[in-house]
């Protein structure tokens, strides 16, 4: 029997998750708002293939610890940064999982925007139905991911087959939790046209970034965990 998820509780668990990690290991949210600091920064000069696994390469190391601390329950800072074979993994992977549907929707999305005309395309609308578009394409392989962060040896075709009966589940936590974490850095962009000095500002800013980066990583993460526990319970078919 398929393990149904919970959609508002898997994102109330990753919000709740999410802020303790924000709130123990302040020092993780600096180092990934920082490096996303740099990502931006780098976008001026580097092509967008390259900075893509740039950025993945750059959330790597708290995407990880974010995975095992909610799967795992433990994780250590110097284990992370030890493990550069991990990271590396992780981020080609990461890559993988949300590049290769970007281009391929990109493609089709410029294509009929040439056959239909620009001008009748909303840029809101054509922006977000991408997003969600990417998401639901991605949902299920990306069940690989914190598979890679605690060692297990999931392969793509059993990712997918993992959140098979899940998938609207997962793509509505994912999007709900991205939805919420834009929330915030909304808010400071606005407080920043309100007068906000533009020093902290910028600082807010990436922190709340980085924040958002912890409660989607979360919420993937709870979808991993209670899936993958209910699969291993589930009795073997193979006789005894």
């Given at each position: 029997?398929?393990?149904?998820?919970?959609?508002?509780?898997?994102?109330?668990?990753?919000?709740?998750?999410?802020?303790?990690?924000?709130?123990?290991?302040?020092?993780?949210?600096?180092?990934?708002?920082l490096?996303?600091?740099?990502?931006?920064?780098?976008?001026?000069?580097?092509s967008?293939?390259?900075?893509?696994?740039?950025?993945?390469?750059?959330?790597?190391?708290?995407?990880?610890?974010?995975?095992?601390?909610?799967?795992?329950?433990?994780?250590g800072?110097?284990?992370?940064?030890?493990?550069?074979?991990?990271?590396?993994?992780?981020?080609?992977?990461?890559?993988?999982?949300?590049?290769?549907?970007?281009?391929?929707?990109?493609?089709?999305?410029?294509?009929?925007?040439?056959?239909?005309?620009?001008?009748?395309?909303?840029?809101?609308?054509?922006?977000?139905?991408?997003?969600?578009?990417?998401?639901?394409?991605?949902?299920?392989?990306?069940?690989?991911?914190?598979?890679?962060?605690?060692?297990?040896?999931?392969?793509?075709?059993?990712?997918?087959?993992?959140?098979?009966?899940?998938?609207?589940?997962?793509?509505?936590?994912?999007?709900?939790?991205?939805?919420?974490?834009?929330?915030?850095?909304?808010v400071?962009?606005?407080?920043?046209?309100?007068?906000m000095?533009?020093?902290?500002?910028?600082?807010?800013?990436?922190?709340?970034?980085?924040?958002?980066?912890?409660?989607?990583?979360?919420?993937?993460?709870?979808?991993?965990?209670?899936?993958?526990?209910?699969k291993?319970?589930?009795?073997?078919?193979?006789?005894?």
């Open positions: 029997m398929t393990q149904k998820l919970d959609v508002l509780q898997t994102i109330s668990m990753s919000f709740v998750q999410s802020a303790r990690i924000a709130r123990r290991h302040i020092h993780w949210l600096l180092l990934t708002a490096a996303l600091l740099a990502v931006d920064i780098l976008k001026i000069a580097t967008a293939a390259s900075v893509q696994f740039i950025s993945a390469l750059a959330c790597a190391p708290i995407a990880i610890f974010t995975h095992q601390q909610l799967i795992r329950g433990k994780s800072v110097g284990d992370v940064f030890a493990n550069s074979q991990l990271m590396t993994r992780y981020a080609i992977e990461a890559s993988i999982c949300f590049t290769i549907p970007a281009v391929i929707l990109a493609v089709i999305v410029v294509s009929l925007a040439s056959a239909v005309g620009y001008r009748y395309i909303s840029p809101f609308l054509s922006e977000t139905l991408f997003f969600i578009a990417i998401i639901a394409i991605s949902a299920r392989p990306a069940l690989k991911l914190p598979a890679r962060a605690v060692g297990d040896s999931l392969t793509w075709k059993e990712a997918c087959r993992l959140g098979r009966g899940n998938t609207i589940s997962i793509v509505l936590a994912l999007c709900g939790s991205t939805l919420i974490a834009s929330a915030a850095t909304i400071i962009k606005a407080a920043m046209k309100l007068g000095p533009s020093l902290v500002g910028l600082v807010l800013f990436e922190l709340a970034e980085a924040w958002g980066l912890v409660f989607v990583i979360g919420t993937l993460s709870i979808c991993y965990r209670e899936l993958r526990l209910t291993l319970a589930e009795p073997s078919d193979q006789p005894a």
